[in-house]
């Protein structure tokens, strides 16, 4: 960062390279997927800071791709997507195989087999949709090698066609503008004729689950709508909660 930083800077590029100079002129042993050491600045871990600190004020500094193996620190007021635990719930029946909870083997993949037997991105978009892929990696221009949990494809009462391009979250991983970036770059890249709609998904709990929605307005992205679902076992789901439901306006 400091080797390519001046004042004032909001972008600052490097390339993956410069990991292993850095390494050898520190005399340290760099990791052997230096892509990852790369992905966990970008979701998992808090950047130093002393490169924190160089944000302005209301800002934080996000990691874009910019080609392969090319990267670029830029400015940006909401980096991460950040659950409201203020938010109402919505209870659902869980679909989820018994089988399935069984073997998950790890909370993003618990996450996105919940998705997919409670149909909840059909409930949360309000589209018939259908599973089309899951872990889609392709290259896209300007941004090199990218990847998304799950594409959906979905088709409205109007026959109107969608993509859904899926970002699941687990445990510590935090969800990140930039992904839903490289969703909309796929979008672009893969599905150009289909009205793109791109999905984040976060455990809140085991069996809690936040679902957001992306529109670009203006050139920028925005969240549109935060729902939350809790999946509970049929009798859990009361009459007086379906007369709640049925009493929401169809905007909350």
Same mark, same amino acid.
């Given at each position: 960062?400091?080797?390519?930083?001046? /004042?004032?800077?909001?972008?600052?590029?490097?390339?993956?390279?410069?990991?292993?100079?850095?390494?050898?002129?520190?005399?340290?042993?760099?990791?052997?997927?230096?892509?990852?050491?790369?992905?966990? &600045?970008?979701?998992?871990?808090? +950047?130093?800071?002393?490169?924190? /600190?160089?944000?302005?004020?209301?800002?934080?500094?996000?990691?874009?791709? =910019?080609?392969?193996?090319?990267?670029? &620190?830029? #400015?940006?007021?909401?980096?991460?997507?950040?659950?409201?635990?203020?938010?109402?719930?919505?209870?659902?029946?869980?679909?989820?195989?018994?089988?399935?909870?069984?073997?998950?083997?790890?909370?993003?993949?618990?996450? $996105?087999?919940?998705?997919?037997?409670?149909? $909840?991105?059909?409930? &949360? #978009?309000? =589209?018939?949709?259908?599973?089309?892929?899951?872990? $889609?990696?392709?290259?896209?221009?300007?941004?090199?090698?990218?990847?998304? /949990?799950?594409?959906?494809?979905?088709?409205?009462?109007?026959? =109107?066609?969608? =993509?859904?391009?899926?970002?699941?979250?687990?445990?510590?991983?935090?969800?990140?503008?930039?992904?839903?970036?490289?969703?909309?770059?796929?979008?672009?890249?893969?599905?150009?004729?289909?009205?793109?709609?791109?999905?984040?998904?976060?455990?809140?709990?085991?069996?809690?689950?936040? +679902?957001?929605? &992306?529109?670009?307005?203006?050139?920028? +992205?925005?969240?549109?709508?935060?729902?939350?679902?809790?999946?509970?076992?049929?009798?859990?789901?009361?009459?007086?909660?379906?007369?709640?439901?049925?009493?929401?306006?169809?905007?909350?």
């Amino acid at each position: 960062f400091f080797s390519h930083y001046t /004042d004032g800077s909001r972008e600052v590029s490097f390339e993956r390279d410069e990991f292993v100079r850095a390494a050898q002129d520190l005399g340290i042993a760099l990791p052997k997927n230096v892509g990852d050491l790369i992905y966990s &600045f970008r979701y998992r871990t808090a +950047l130093p800071q002393s490169i924190s /600190d160089r944000a302005p004020a209301g800002e934080a500094w996000i990691i874009r791709s =910019v080609g392969r193996g090319s990267y670029t &620190f830029a #400015t940006t007021a909401n980096p991460t997507i950040t659950p409201n635990l203020m938010a109402v719930e919505t209870k659902i029946p869980d679909a989820t195989p018994g089988v399935i909870s069984m073997y998950a083997l790890s909370d993003e993949q618990a996450l $996105l087999a919940r998705l997919r037997y409670n149909r $909840l991105i059909d409930i &949360f #978009t309000g =589209v018939t949709c259908y599973s089309l892929q899951n872990h $889609l990696r392709t290259s896209v221009p300007n941004m090199g090698q990218v990847e998304t /949990d799950e594409v959906y494809i979905g088709i409205d009462k109007r026959g =109107v066609h969608y =993509v859904f391009p899926i970002q699941a979250k687990g445990g510590s991983d935090r969800l990140s503008i930039v992904q839903i970036e490289q969703d909309v770059a796929i979008c672009a890249a893969k599905f150009p004729a289909l009205l793109c709609r791109p999905v984040a998904a976060q455990f809140i709990g085991s069996d809690l689950i936040a +679902l957001f929605s &992306f529109q670009e307005q203006n050139g920028t +992205l925005e969240m549109t709508i935060e729902r939350h679902y809790r999946l509970v076992p049929p009798e859990a789901l009361m009459s007086a909660d379906l007369q709640d439901y049925s009493s929401r306006s169809m905007d909350e």
